[in-house]
């Protein structure tokens, strides 16, 4: 008889935030799939366990066959992620789609995952909401996929590393516009910080004093004024205006999405279909 591939859930940064279910799950299971093993080696002695591993990252996916194999042979798997839910932003969507498609029975051991607690301690709108994980590193890719949501009325969710934050601050403020950004640091940890700002100002914040820890950014859905297609027609018409007036379409944009408050990208389209 086939096992269960067992998706486990793991602390986001506060080891007391660990279902017993875990542990009893870890305890139970034939061999665990980790996302890094050295990680989930501190966690299994932690919990006073010893466990066969296998590696299932990025660049070990192709492994996900050979996991298969051996829960078809009848093993369980525990499959867990460095941190917070596998398969959020993190290794384990493939593999268990490989085990559905396999028809190999599944089962969901919960627990944190930092967006959702991001969301939740954010104050802004939860019922509606679209998570978008990191944005692509390349800025084409990283504008098209800013465009393909800013004008949608959802509460967005993003993960970035400290590193990244700065420049990515200022793609949502160009992207987006400015708008109420909560940016969640360090959740569940010593330092955790909840900040509720604007992102033009958390731009500043950061340029002056460079970000540390984990973050979680929580950013509202576009404004009535970039719902609204009346707003496009007074976007083109402001353009237009000032593009008679002697700018250039670039800084007429500019100075249009600044005055109504749109994303510049969004003005530039409007402008690009109208003129
Ligand atoms: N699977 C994880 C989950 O369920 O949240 C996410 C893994 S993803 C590779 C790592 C990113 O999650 C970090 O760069 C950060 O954006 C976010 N993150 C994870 N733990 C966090 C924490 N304690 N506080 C704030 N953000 C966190």
Do not use: W
């Not at 996991?67 to 384990?92: K, T, W």
């Not at 604007?198 to 004093?209: F, N």
């Amino acid at each position: 008889m086939p096992g269960i591939l067992y998706i486990v859930a793991t602390p986001i940064g506060n080891l007391d935030d660990m279902p017993p279910r875990v542990a009893a799950t870890f305890g139970a299971a034939d061999f665990v799939a980790a996302e890094d093993t050295r990680v989930t080696l501190k966690l299994l002695n932690h919990l006073g366990l010893k466990k066969p591993m296998m590696s299932y990252y990025e660049h070990a996916l192709h492994h996900g066959a050979a996991i298969l194999d051996r829960i078809e042979a009848g093993e369980s798997c525990a499959l867990c992620s460095d941190a917070g839910m596998p398969c959020i932003s993190d290794p384990g969507e493939g593999l268990v789609a490989l085990c559905h498609e396999n028809e190999v029975e599944i089962a969901t051991v919960p627990g944190p995952t930092a967006a959702m607690t991001a969301l939740a301690a954010s104050g802004l709108p939860t019922g509606k909401f679209l998570f978008e994980g990191f944005l692509p590193i390349k800025k084409g890719e990283r504008d098209a996929a800013l465009q393909a949501v800013s004008r949608l009325p959802h509460t967005l969710i993003f993960y970035e590393a400290p590193h990244r934050l700065r420049q990515t601050l200022a793609a949502l403020l160009e992207g987006l516009g400015d708008r109420p950004i909560t940016l969640c640091r360090e959740l569940t940890k010593l330092h955790e910080e909840v900040v509720r700002t604007t992102l033009g100002e958390a731009l500043t914040k950061y340029t002056e004093t460079p970000p540390k820890g984990e973050f979680v950014l929580i950013v509202a859905g576009a404004p009535e004024t970039v719902k609204e297609s009346a707003s496009e027609d007074d976007a083109a018409a402001r353009v237009a205006q000032l593009i008679s007036q002697g700018l250039s379409r670039k800084d007429a944009v500019r100075q249009t999405a600044a005055e109504l408050g749109l994303p510049k990208n969004v003005v530039y389209d409007i402008a690009l279909g109208s003129i």
